[in-house]
């Protein structure tokens, strides 16, 4: 049996592109989106935030996505080309007094891509893969961000809008150009199935299960 709990809450004015629970924390939800990250906590039926802050690092125009590491740390990719390591701070009791409260804030940024990172995808063992905008790279990350392999996929198809794992090697991407890959950072990546004949739709998520692909695109 499957219970379903729909909540509605008003997380900002600006558009809201990412939402998801916290895996080891079903009372914590993270949002992203144009220009902010919010981190929230389910309490009593209630949700309050706090935003991520960027202090002195530049504040991007869209944060696109985010995963959470093995180790508990929010990683978002946004769009200045940068993966953000976010973790959680100390309340300044000291500066503030006993009234401070514990701040999410970056740990660490990342220079990954040319253009926008579009999407993060986790792997076994606490790799991480990115996907670029304008320089139509994946990449392969170790556990500590630093870079592995990469591999650019063919102009013709565009960016790479989503990655999905599929056995830890293989990998399916979806593009800004309606088409869906599969391959390796070894044998490269081939088309194997174009969505509609729009060249103008975009793929924004894949999910792979044991015996078929769900696929989510923009129309």
């Known amino acids: 049996m499957c219970l379903c709990v729909s909540l509605y809450f008003q997380s900002t004015n600006e558009a809201v592109f990412t939402v998801e629970f916290n895996p080891s924390d079903s009372t914590n939800i993270i949002t992203c989106g144009k220009s902010h990250v919010y981190f929230w906590t389910l309490s009593t039926g209630q949700f309050t935030k706090k935003q991520g802050i960027f202090g002195k690092y530049k504040k991007p125009k869209f944060i696109q996505c985010f995963v959470f590491s093995l ?3 929010v990683l978002t ?29 970056i740990m660490r940024q990342t220079r990954a891509h040319e253009g926008s990172v579009f999407t993060l995808c986790t792997l076994q ?6 996907g670029g905008g ?17 591999c650019e996929i063919p102009e013709k198809y565009g960016a790479v809008r ?19 890959l599969r391959g390796t950072f070894s044998d490269g990546f ?22 078929f692909v769900c696929i989510l695109k923009e129309w």
Not at 125 to 130: N, T, V, Y
């Open 71 to 73: 180790t508990g740390d």
């Open 77 to 105: 990719g946004d769009s200045e080309g940068n993966i953000l390591t976010w973790g959680k701070s100390a309340a300044d009791v000291k500066t503030l007094g006993k009234g401070a409260k514990e701040t999410f804030q």
């Open 125 to 130: 063992g606490g790799a991480l893969l990115s």
């Open 134 to 150: 304008k320089d139509r790279k994946i990449i392969r990350w170790s556990a500590d961000l630093a870079p592995e392999r990469e």
């Open 162 to 180: 989503t990655i999905a794992d599929v056995d830890g090697e293989e990998l399916l991407v979806g593009t800004t150009r309606n088409a869906i």
């Open 190 to 211: 081939v088309a194997i199935v174009q969505v509609c004949s729009c060249a103008l739709s975009s793929v924004w998520m894949l999910v792979t299960y044991s015996y």
